[in-house]
């Protein structure tokens, strides 16, 4: 079982700044891209901002130079930092890894698999 648990959502006002965290723990072997999706009320889930596991990062236009996305690899943590937040960042956020178990079986990894967080709100007030 693979579990990622999200923390650090809440509420901001207009401005402010808030730091998002998702530990993965569980039986994942190896972890290739991290990152993080938003989905707001009424809206399609979207890409925020993800990172390899070399640490080469991309960002949706909309939060680029406001947020930062970083990672622990030994913590199989992901972090986003969010600054200058707006109230058109408020949503759901959700942790989502691409990543694979280990077969005792084969030896081997197993194959590559998407697993997700179950979501943190950030609410930004105007």
């Known amino acids: 079982q693979v579990q990622l648990v999200e923390s650090g959502g809440g509420l901001v006002q207009a401005g402010g700044s808030l730091r998002l965290s998702c530990t993965v723990s569980g039986s994942i072997f190896s972890i290739n891209v991290m990152g993080w999706y938003r989905q707001a009320p009424g809206k399609q889930r979207e890409l925020v901002a993800a990172i390899t596991s070399g640490g080469s990062t991309n960002y949706a236009d909309s939060v680029k130079g406001r947020f930062t996305i970083s990672r622990d690899n030994p913590k199989n943590t992901v972090y986003l930092q969010m600054n200058s937040l707006k109230p058109e960042d408020t949503a759901v956020y959700y942790c989502?890894?691409?990543?694979?178990?280990?077969?005792?079986?084969?030896?081997?990894?197993?194959?590559?698999?998407?697993?997700w967080g179950q979501g943190t709100q950030v609410t930004v007030s105007s």
């Open positions: 989502k890894l691409r990543g694979a178990t280990f077969s005792s079986s084969t030896w081997s990894p197993n194959k590559e698999y998407d697993y």
